[in-house]
C-alpha cells in the first residue's frame, strides 16, 4: 500500500473516531440509543456516565492512531469495538457505516510494518551476484 493510502486511512478514521469521541462527550444523551440494552444494564455506569466513557476511549484510540508505535494496536482495539457493534447491534440504518470502518481498521492492522517490508529499503546494487544451489551453481565466490 502507498504511503499516501496509509496515511488516508489513518486522518480519515482517527478524525471520524475523534469525532464521535468528542460528541459522545459534549452530548452524551444523543449517544444512549446507540448502546445495545443489555450493555446498559450489566455496565456499573448508567446512560451519560457510559457514553462519556465511551467517548474518552474513541479520543485515546484516535489520537493512538496517529501515532507510528500505536495505530496498529489502535485499529486492532478499534475493529474488535466495531465487529462487537456489529455482531450486537443487528441490521441498523447505519451498520453499511460500520462495515467500511472495520475494513478501514483491518486494513491498518494488517499492513506491514517498515521493518518487514517487501521492498528493501536500499536498493540491491548492480554488481550483486545471485547464487542459486544445486548443480548449476557457480563455484567461485563473489568478490568482495
Known sequence: MPRTSFWILIIGLSATFLYAGVDMIRHPGDWIGFFPEWMLSASPLKDKPLAIVDGVVQIVLALGLLHPKFFRLS??????????????????????????????????????????????????????????????????????
Open 75 to 144: 485499529a486492532a482495539v478499534l475493529a474488535i469495538m466495531l465487529f462487537g457493534i456489529l455482531v450486537t447491534s443487528g441490521p441498523l440504518l447505519i451498520t453499511f457505516r460500520d462495515i467500511g470502518l472495520l475494513a478501514m481498521a483491518l486494513a491498518l492492522v494488517v499492513y506491514p510494518s517498515p521493518k518487514r517490508s517487501v521492498a528493501p529499503s536500499t536498493p540491491i546494487p548492480a554488481t550483486a551476484t545471485v547464487r542459486s544451489e544445486g548443480p548449476a551453481a557457480s563455484t567461485h565466490s563473489p568478490e568482495v
